[in-house]
């Protein structure tokens, strides 16, 4: 059993925290009704919030982006042009998404970047952790693509705080990182977790 707050220091303390007891793959797997929970509770006046979509009035999303309900993005947030937000998705304070980036169903903590061209599929990333362009977190392994088989979960990764993914680096569905991790540029973790 892994605990979030070793990977996330600060996810006892994010409107996240109700939910630090579940396992990564449990917390993704209910993304899309955990964001709609805190789209309810977030405190008026400081989000723009249309058709499931809430945005921090100091947020910037440019034109071109594609955002879908339910989202969440947090003070100070950034969203390029031609970014796809989508699955149910929280981003905490100042993160970043470059453009042609991808995020799907994951929780985003401070500070993090994802660099242009990216996908991060039902994942956790922690504060601070930064994705060079190019870096993929798969979500379902081919392998185990059989329709109702408890193996063909989505489930991408859990990168720990201030951890460093190198540009065009694969992260295979499962993969696990501690925090202040250093994933080489063009390399591949895969890791099954048990």
């Not at 996330?8 to 009704?33: C, F, K, M, N, Y």
């Not at 309810?40 to 034109?63: D, M, W």
Request: charge should be negative.
């Amino acid at each position: 059993m892994l605990r979030l707050v070793d990977y996330v220091a600060d996810i006892g303390a994010s409107p996240v925290a109700r939910w630090a007891s579940l396992q990564p793959e449990e917390l993704t797997a209910q993304s899309s009704s955990i964001v709609e929970h805190l789209l309810a509770a977030l405190p008026s006046g400081e989000y723009r919030v249309n058709s499931g979509i809430a945005v921090h009035v100091s947020a910037t999303v440019e034109q071109g982006a594609m955002l879908k309900p339910p989202l969440v993005l947090s003070r100070g947030v950034f969203v390029a042009a031609g970014a796809y937000l989508r699955g149910g998705c929280w981003l905490g304070e100042g993160c970043c998404v470059g453009p042609s980036a991808e995020l799907k169903s994951s929780f985003v903590f401070a500070g993090s970047v994802l660099a242009h061209l990216n996908f991060i599929g039902d994942s956790i990333i922690g504060t601070e952790v930064n994705f060079e362009a190019g870096s993929v977190v798969c979500n379902l392994r081919n392998e185990h693509r059989a329709r109702g088989s408890p193996a063909a979960a989505k489930f991408g990764a859990l990168v720990g705080d201030s951890s460093c993914i190198g540009a065009n680096a694969v992260l295979a569905p499962g993969t696990v990182l501690m925090p202040n991790s250093v994933v080489q540029r063009l390399a591949l973790v895969d890791q099954l977790r048990s």
